[in-house]
């Protein structure tokens, strides 16, 4: 028994920088936990994966292995554990992130514009998303980044400010009485630095965990607002074909059977009956 704990011990995984760190199973288990998984699955499964993999082993791989584990016993949680990821797939360009949160605000009943050019007082800006709601218009800047471990940072925060000042300067000039606030959503987290600032400023921030009530996270477990790509069989060729359809949202293919997959997009038989029960599984 000793031999095995000591082997458990020296695994080591590989990260995507090629470094090499020994695996530590309570970091697993604190990363499912996060997904709101029951203390029980989340002990289940890190005991699973950590008597599964072998030294050497990606950080990829290990992921690829406990949402195996997770999608057998908990479809939701498995499709949670996967979001940072999924939302890091709706790239490179950052065109399908900024889709995701206008289907966000949309679900939200606000009414939606993307990709819209606004007068400010000294500039035009390009939008991302444009959001009302009666008398209250947010504007949106949807920062996507590829590196999901990354973070927004304070300039980021101090430029939307700006234009968002720039914008009701104009608004107040041509007699526009509606009221302008700026949200930044983006798909990892902020620096200290950054939320201090909007503290402090009309600028609301919606990152993956941030704020506590209304993040990205939470919003998309409540409203199961899952992208498409957290599908586990989804291919770049499907996704590709979705987002000409502006489907970014597993929800909108509710009622999509098989044969409506395989005949709409020209997937094979056996990838339309595995999206099929993936859709059903978390819908």
């Given at each position: 028994?000793?031999?095995?704990?000591?082997?458990?011990?020296?695994?080591?995984?590989?990260?995507?920088?090629?470094?090499?760190?020994?695996?530590?199973?309570?970091?697993?288990?604190?990363?499912?936990?996060?997904?709101?998984?029951?203390?029980?699955?989340?002990?289940?499964?890190?005991?699973?994966?950590?008597?599964?993999?072998?030294?050497?082993?990606?950080?990829?791989?290990?992921?690829?292995?406990?949402?195996?584990?997770?999608?057998?016993?908990?479809?939701?949680?498995?499709?949670?554990?996967?979001?940072?990821?999924?939302?890091?797939?709706?790239?490179?360009?950052?065109?399908?992130?900024?889709?995701?949160?206008?289907?966000?605000?949309?679900?939200?009943?606000?009414?939606?514009?993307?990709?819209?050019?606004?007068?400010?007082?000294?500039?035009?800006?390009?939008?991302?998303?444009?959001?009302?709601?009666?008398?209250?218009?947010?504007?949106?800047?949807?920062?996507y980044r590829n590196d999901i471990k990354g973070k927004t940072h304070i300039n980021t925060v101090m430029y939307a400010d700006a234009r968002l000042n720039d914008i009701?300067?104009?608004?107040?000039?041509?007699?526009?009485?509606?009221?302008?606030?700026?949200?930044?959503?983006?798909?990892?987290?902020?620096?200290?630095?950054?939320?201090?600032?909007?503290?402090?400023?009309?600028?609301?921030?919606?990152?993956?965990?941030?704020?506590?009530?209304?993040?990205?996270?939470?919003?998309?477990?409540?409203?199961k607002l899952y992208p498409v790509t957290i599908l586990p069989s989804i291919t770049h060729k499907v996704l590709k074909a979705l987002a000409a359809d502006k489907i970014?949202?597993?929800?909108?293919?509710?009622?999509?059977?098989?044969?409506?997959?395989?005949?709409?997009?020209?997937?094979?038989?056996?990838?339309?009956?595995?999206?099929?029960?993936?859709?059903k599984e978390l819908l």
């Open positions: 028994m000793s031999h095995l704990k000591s082997k458990k011990q020296v695994k080591k995984i590989v990260k995507k920088t090629g470094e090499e760190e020994l695996f530590i199973p309570e970091k697993l288990c604190d990363s499912i936990l996060v997904t709101g998984a029951s203390p029980d699955l989340a002990q289940q499964v890190c005991s699973i994966v950590a008597e599964s993999i072998d030294s050497g082993m990606s950080s990829d791989n290990i992921f690829k292995v406990t949402r195996k584990y997770l999608n057998s016993l908990n479809p939701k949680i498995a499709a949670l554990y996967a979001l940072d990821r999924g939302l890091g797939a709706l790239g490179p360009s950052g065109f399908l992130f900024e889709q995701y949160v206008a289907a966000l605000f949309q679900e939200m009943d606000y009414d939606v514009k993307t990709n819209l050019y606004l007068d400010g007082e000294g500039v035009q800006h390009e939008i991302d998303v444009w959001a009302q709601k009666g008398n209250v218009v947010y504007i949106t800047e949807a920062k009701r300067r104009r608004a107040i000039k041509n007699g526009d009485h509606r009221e302008y606030y700026m949200w930044v959503v983006t798909n990892t987290r902020f620096t200290d630095a950054a939320i201090n600032y909007a503290e402090y400023r009309d600028v609301q921030l919606m990152g993956w965990d941030y704020p506590k009530y209304i993040n990205l996270m939470k919003i998309v477990s409540d409203k970014v949202l597993i929800k909108s293919l509710r009622g999509y059977t098989a044969n409506m997959l395989q005949e709409k997009y020209g997937l094979s038989r056996t990838l339309s009956i595995k999206l099929e029960k993936e859709i």
